[in-house]
């Protein structure tokens, strides 16, 4: 087991640190294009530790793999995560984002946190699935979501994914934040070592697997992921058509590790519909056409299907250069 959990480590930082050339280079030669008429588009992700970032790399690595054919170059973006995204991307200061579907959908009709309806978003391809994940200390002696009460807990920032899906939780279950002994609001990168330090007793993390930091938090600092309760999951799908129950596969963290009942939501690719067609076209043809390149750059890409990526529940209209493309492809079933 331990050969095959520091392999596992290795691939990661192995990832991360050519990600992380991908964007010194990206960013160090940005006038380079801007001189030759080159278009350079914006990829906005989450932050290092999450499975935004490295997914926002391997999508940007893989279209500028195909510039000379395109002519477009991708730049990575660090961010706060989702919402983040949805604001800048409607806003302009971005042109593509990674998102929760449950909240593209929001941004979308204007609804949760979002005040205004931004009807101009469009999704490009979904990703992967996302887990709504409870990570604890294991001597904080909580077993279930209900045992959370009273607790030093982390809810993360405000306006945050992760702020969003707790409110909808703790207002499920007519709690309010005075309800634990501590509230902090983490970043997602702080949360591993807040346990670590026993400054919080637990946090939830919406995030794919497997995840570097929530690999972290049980393997240096004692901690495990409880599930969700049965009440707590009908919450959020009656909130949100987009979230739907799932299970955590344990043997992604230890073989004598039990999946862990929560629910869960697709990563969505998106962009406004003002991207021209071409554009949005020789991204998706870069995704697609180096595929199983794609799957090989991060463990929780290993088991995507391309199929399911393209025909998942749309949040918004799919855009039309996308959809151009996974049609060529007979890759898109559903109709429009």
Not at 43 to 51: I, N, S, Y
Not at 283 to 302: I, T
Request: with cysteine; proline share 5%.
């Amino acid at each position: 087991m331990k050969t095959t959990m520091k392999h596992w480590h290795k691939r990661i930082l192995t990832g991360i640190s050519r990600i992380a050339c991908l964007f010194v280079a990206i960013t160090g030669s940005g006038l380079m294009y801007a001189d030759s008429n080159r278009q350079i588009i914006s990829l906005g992700t989450g932050g290092v530790t999450g499975l935004y970032y490295p997914t926002g790399g391997a999508i940007c690595r893989l279209v500028n793999l195909q510039r000379n054919i395109h002519g477009t170059r991708c730049a990575l973006r660090s961010t706060p995560g989702s919402v983040s995204n949805l604001l800048q991307v409607v806003s302009g200061e971005l042109d593509l984002g990674i998102a929760e579907a449950g909240q593209l959908n929001n941004a979308y009709q204007g609804q949760g946190d979002f005040s205004e309806p931004a009807p101009g978003l469009r999704t490009l391809t979904g990703l992967f699935p996302e887990y709504i994940s409870v990570l604890v200390r294991k001597d904080a002696s909580i077993d279930q979501f209900s045992d959370l009460r009273g607790k030093r807990f982390n809810t993360g920032r405000q306006g945050s994914s992760q702020r969003l899906t707790m409110d909808i939780l703790m207002t499920s279950r007519g709690w309010l934040l005075d309800d634990f002994s501590e509230v902090l609001e983490l970043e997602p990168a702080e949360q591993a070592q807040a346990l670590c330090d026993n400054r919080i007793d637990a946090t939830l993390y919406v995030v794919g697997h497997p995840s570097g930091a929530i690999k972290e938090a049980i393997r240096d600092c004692d901690s495990q992921l409880i599930p969700l309760m049965p009440e707590d999951i009908a919450a959020l799908t009656r909130q949100n058509s987009h979230y739907q129950p799932v299970s955590i596969p344990g043997a992604l963290y230890s073989t004598d590790m039990p999946d862990v009942k929560t629910a869960g939501v697709n990563a969505i690719l998106f962009t406004r519909s003002d991207l021209p067609d071409e554009v949005a076209y020789n991204l998706v043809r870069s995704l697609f056409e180096q595929f199983d390149h794609f799957k090989r750059m991060h463990p929780a890409f290993e088991l995507l299907e391309a199929h399911r990526m393209i025909n998942t529940p749309l949040a918004t209209p799919m855009h039309p250069g996308a959809e151009r493309y996974f049609r060529e492809q007979g890759l898109l079933t559903r109709q429009q």
